[in-house]
């Protein structure tokens, strides 16, 4: 009997042996390879968080970029909204100087070389006759309005030729963005849930407990072994009954030996439970490493994606540019065409006031003209009362004065003249014009 118990033992003893050494072998791979696990998990959930970062980031620029073209629209439309407003009151103001015929008094109150009719002026405006009817207009240059249309048109021409250089970037932009945003997360992302770090951790601490229970049920089985070699090599059956330590001893091996295929089973469970659990460790490093491998790959695809985003922002830059160059443009010609309008518009009011100003020249020219007659009368009365006075005295004194006396004593009274310096006549106005500039001049907007 303790022969077959000592068989028992040491073959379970063999047999457990190598599975407690796979066991210890198996904490070490296992602490192993959950610390790199670990650290590869860690390098590949941060990488992963920042290609997320960038391409949160990249959304952001192309939202921006967006938002800023849509305001420049917005902008250009104001402008071109302005720009048909001064558009609109060139326009009036130009049709009001056509409305405006000059009155021919003007023209006919000038020398005669400026009624002949000739080719034209050197600014390819005809030159009319004086029996032509002449407008305001005829009076100004259209080349300079002209002009300004003109480069307009080309500030407005090129803003929407890099408008639309803009646009067909962004639409690139957009495309290249949702690629690039599907193969960065084409991939699974790591476990970023910390109960499931966690549950590897707890992995390797019941794979440390099964290696040290597995130690302690080794250690037993040793025990057995040695308990039955002691058994055996006092085996005795005639002190059997004579010896109450062995019978004490062959009843705890009788109860060992038969719970040893029980601790042998039960060191080959732990170790398999031990195996599962280091496989499912080595199933998370490779997984990690696998997610590591592909965010790396991920990486270097966004890194590829760099000389795109350095174009779009460079097209972005070019295109601010070159709406601001379009504004400060546009700002400039308008500001010419707003001077422009008001050259005009002072024209008009001047024409009526240069009307009123005829008014006031004739109105002078008769208050000088009512002195000057007034004065002569007076000079006349004064030039008769003195002719009647030196007749009386030669009448009276003369036939006794000498001639040689004085010979001015016949002489008439000193005469004067005055006399009229006129340049050129006054035009002559028709009433229904001095009271059509008046009205002009008086309302509240001059007339526009």
């Not at 042996?17 to 904490?27: G, K, M, Q």
């Not at 499912?280 to 966004?302: G, K, P």
């Not at 002195?371 to 009365?381: C, G, N, Q, S, Y």
């Not at 002719?387 to 009448?395: E, G, I, V």
Request: charged share 30%; with cysteine; glycine share 4%.
């Amino acid at each position: 009997m303790e022969s077959d118990w000592f068989i028992n033992a040491k073959q379970a003893l063999a047999a457990a042996e190598p599975i407690c050494t796979a066991a210890d072998s198996l904490v070490v791979c296992s602490r192993e390879t959950l610390e790199a696990a670990l650290a590869v998990h860690s390098k590949s959930l941060f990488l992963d968080k920042e290609l997320h970062s960038q391409i949160a980031l990249l959304y952001q620029i192309n939202e921006a970029l967006h938002a800023a073209v849509a305001s420049c629209e917005a902008e250009f439309e104001a402008s071109l909204l302005e720009l048909d407003k001064s558009g609109a009151r060139l326009d009036g103001v130009l049709t009001k100087l056509q409305e405006l015929v000059v009155d021919p008094a003007f023209k006919s109150s000038s020398s005669t070389e400026d009624n002949q009719e000739g080719d034209g002026d050197g600014d390819g405006n005809t030159i009319t006759t004086a029996n032509t009817k002449r407008t305001l207009k005829d009076y100004t240059h259209d080349a300079g309005v002209e002009q300004i249309k003109s480069q307009l048109r080309q500030a407005i021409d090129v803003f929407q030729d890099q408008h639309g250089l803009m646009i067909s970037g962004l639409s690139d932009f957009d495309i290249e963005l949702a690629d690039l945003s599907e193969k960065i997360s084409e991939a699974p992302p790591p476990l970023s849930d910390i109960s499931q770090c966690k549950s590897f951790v707890n992995s390797l601490e019941i794979i440390e407990t099964h290696a040290r229970d597995m130690g302690i049920l080794l250690e037993s089985l040793a025990h057995h072994y040695d308990q039955c070699s002691q058994a055996l090599m006092t085996s005795d059956e005639s002190r059997l009954e004579d010896d109450p330590e062995r019978a004490d001893l062959i009843a705890v091996l009788r109860d060992d030996a038969a719970q040893v295929p029980d601790v042998l089973d039960e060191i080959r469970e732990r170790h398999a439970a031990m195996s599962a659990l280091t496989d499912a460790l080595t199933t998370f490093l490779s997984d990690s490493t696998e997610r590591y491998t592909s965010a790396v790959q991920r990486s270097s695809v966004f890194s590829a994606y760099k000389q795109n985003l350095e174009r779009h922002l460079l097209s972005a830059r070019e295109f601010a540019d070159g709406v601001q160059d379009y504004f400060d443009r546009r700002n400039s010609l308008l500001s010419e065409l707003e001077e422009l309008i008001g050259y005009f518009e002072g024209f008009i009011r001047s024409y009526d006031a240069l009307v009123l100003e005829v008014v006031r020249r004739q109105n002078t020219k008769k208050r000088m003209e009512s002195v000057v007659h007034e004065t002569l009368d007076k000079l006349k009365a004064i030039y008769d009362e003195e002719m009647d006075s030196r007749t009386a005295f030669w009448k009276r004194s003369g036939p006794y004065i000498p001639i040689d006396l004085w010979p001015g004593v016949s002489d008439p009274p000193i005469g004067f003249e005055i006399v009229a310096h006129e340049v050129s006549p006054l035009p002559e106005l028709g009433r229904t014009l001095i009271e059509q500039a008046k009205r002009r001049l008086v309302s509240k907007d001059g007339g526009f």
